[in-house]
């Protein structure tokens, strides 16, 4: 598996509360993904970065927040989480260089309740 | 955007059977289409990807088919084995190395397999 990791790997926590999720990579990749994975509608895209400072939104952004302060760590926070913000959260990573492949991490399970 | 249609939902076979699994594209712009197997309670993993300026890619028992007039892919598993039971996704991007695309996926809703012994 490529050097990506993700913490925590599971995480319970109530409505309202603030969470962050950490994605971290020791590969060098210029490009990094949140995806959310529910039953019946595949990976999502949240937000993606295409280098220190730069993100943008993906499909299903609202009520989340993303930062990139340096290339290893893209940080995923829920301002205020919501019940329907339960969900498998992945990291994925690519150099978008040569190979398109992007890499996943082994996932956060987040469960609001 | 992107919107990627996959089919069936769901797929059993037995040992040996080969199976297919389909999948529809809408944006004419994408040009690359990753196929990812995902295990129970693991993370999804590039199994074959294709580029849109072949029509065809195998590697051992794996194949996929891209019809670029039609915008749809396909996953072709020959021989099927228990282990290849998992969840299959598609997905298409209009990959552009240095582009504005980022590389960005826009996966299917998933295929659940299930190799019976």
């Known amino acids: 598996d490529a050097g990506i990791t993700q913490s925590p790997r599971h995480k319970v926590t109530e409505t309202g509360t603030p969470v962050t999720l950490r994605c971290h990579q020791t590969e060098n990749h210029r490009y990094m993904y949140w995806y959310r994975q529910d039953p019946g509608h595949g990976l999502r895209l949240i937000h993606y970065?295409?280098?220190?400072?730069?993100?943008d939104k993906g499909e299903v952004s609202d009520g989340y927040s993303v930062s990139r302060s340096k290339t290893e760590d893209f940080l995923l926070t829920l301002e205020s989480a919501t019940s329907s913000q339960t969900s498998v959260y992945f990291c994925?990573?690519?150099?978008?260089?040569?190979?398109?492949?992007?890499?996943f991490g082994p996932g956060t399970r987040l469960t609001v309740t | 955007g992107e919107n990627v249609e996959q089919h069936p939902s769901t797929l059993s076979v037995q040992e040996g059977d080969s199976a297919v699994i389909k999948c529809t594209y809408s944006?004419?712009?994408?040009?690359?289409f990753p196929w990812y197997k995902q295990e129970l309670g693991k993370r999804p993993q590039l199994i074959i990807d294709i580029r849109s300026n072949v029509g065809e890619k195998k590697d051992q028992r794996i194949a996929v088919t891209l019809n670029k007039t039609a915008k749809h892919f396909s996953l072709h598993i020959t021989e099927t084995q228990p282990e290849d039971s998992a969840v299959y996704f598609c997905a298409a991007s209009t990959a552009n190395a240095g582009g504005t695309s980022y590389g960005k996926l826009t996966f299917g809703q998933g295929t659940i397999l299930t190799v019976h012994p």
């Open positions: 970065s295409y280098g220190v400072k730069d993100t």
């Open positions: 944006d004419s712009a994408s040009n690359y």
């Open positions: 994925a990573i690519s150099d978008q260089r040569g190979s398109y492949e992007q890499y």
